[in-house]
């Protein structure tokens, strides 16, 4: 189950504005807030936020909107992913990221591919190329296919699980969920 949250209207409801570009940081501190509790009136596994009618994202509400959200301990969701990000978005939203040591899975505006974005080892891309193709799975089968030793493999999965980039199960399985 996922919630999506087209961020253009939350803008246009919380700013009474008509444009679609989030900048300032009290804009991206109040539109964090409204995502908070959109999220806690629908918790679920997995969030979108929908960034593909936002114009411009400054520096400034990248950080308020996406690592400030990501960072806060008592979400109700297990992962949140931005889908409709541009380059533009992409580049400020990752600058944010890697001031704070976060990672995020984003689905690009002009792919359908998830990826990564944000402070992300080699390992953890290797992985989470690798679980693409997988679906739910062990660290063993994703480190047959790295040739890498289990161990390397299942840390790099639960680093990216800590960062809430994929999915971990108790039966210490893996996956992407409905982003792949």
Partial sequence: MSAVIRLDLLLRETMT???????????????????????EAAPGLDAELDFSAVRILD????????????????????????????SEH???????????GLAVVI????????????????????VFAALLSFGRTEAVPVADSLAWPAA????????LARHRCVLAYPDATFELGAVA
Avoid at 17 to 39: K, S
């Fill in 59 to 86: 520096y400034s509400c990248a950080d308020e909107v996406v690592a400030k959200l990501l960072a806060a301990e008592h979400l109700p969701v297990t992962r949140i992913v931005l889908r409709g990000v541009s």
């Fill in 107 to 126: 689905v690009a505006a002009d792919s359908t591919l998830p990826r990564l974005l944000g402070a992300v080892t080699d390992d953890g891309h290797a």
């Fill in 90 to 100: 992409a580049d400020a939203i990752e600058h944010a990221l890697n001031c704070h």
């Fill in 152 to 159: 390397r493999a299942l840390e790099a999965l639960q680093d």
């Fill in 17 to 39: 504005t008509p444009y679609h570009d989030l900048v300032t940081r009290p804009t991206g501190a109040a539109i964090r807030e409204r995502v908070i509790r959109a999220l």
